[in-house]
């Protein structure tokens, strides 16, 4: 028998479209599964209220951005919402894994596919909101957008949703805590589970 320690982990990629909630499902595997570890992206845009950096993202000004891609430090990375740029970094990536540690993304549809064509193992998970009417709602009651960049997130949403059948697995979002554990079963499981 093999140790789980001992063994490289299978990385799962956590996409779905905008305001489905997986960053809200990402933070409960963070406080209820502290055993996953979860990658910190690195973006360009501003830090919202009660945002830290290294916790929730790694804040970098354009230039340090540019920096990271020249040098290959990204995994993937992707201009989201036409607004600012995301990018996961590789080397913790790479830690994560090595050490044998069940390990996500929480990233952009972009991104995924980015994913996909590098590391062709990793397990892609869908998140799905229970409606359209409630991905709506959702991205209304967040209330952190102007109604131009709602309009915008929306229609973003709208072909992400058409990216369902890309994906492994779907999890539909009902409610935050039963997401995250379906999550986190995925990680657990075998490779050869899925
Ligand atoms: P927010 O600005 O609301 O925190 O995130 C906006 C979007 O950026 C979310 O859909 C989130 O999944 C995506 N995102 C966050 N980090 C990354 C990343 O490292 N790479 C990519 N491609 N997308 C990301």
Do not use: C
């Amino acid at each position: 028998m093999t140790d789980a320690h001992e063994r490289r982990s299978r990385l799962v990629v956590l996409a779905g479209p905008t305001a489905v909630g997986k960053g809200t499902v990402a933070a409960e595997v963070r406080r209820s599964h502290p055993e996953v570890w979860i990658s910190v992206s690195a973006t360009t845009r501003k830090p919202r209220p009660g945002e830290e950096n290294g916790v929730h993202y790694w804040f970098v000004s354009d230039e340090e951005f540019d920096r990271m891609i020249a040098e290959g430090d990204l995994l993937e990375w992707a201009v989201v919402h036409q607004a600012a740029r995301y990018g996961t970094p590789r080397q913790p990536v790479d830690l994560a894994l090595a050490s044998g540690r069940p390990a996500m993304l929480e990233i952009d549809l972009q991104g995924a596919r980015q994913v996909r064509e590098t590391m062709p193992d990793a397990l892609f998970v869908f998140l799905k909101p229970p409606s359209w009417e409630e991905l709506v709602r959702r991205l209304v009651g967040r209330g952190t957008e102007s109604a131009e960049e709602r309009e915008r997130r929306l229609v973003t949403a709208r072909e992400e949703l058409a990216a369902e059948t890309e994906f492994d697995v779907t999890i539909v979002n009902h409610e935050v805590h039963a997401a995250a554990e379906q999550l986190v079963a995925l990680m657990t499981h075998s490779p050869t589970d899925l």
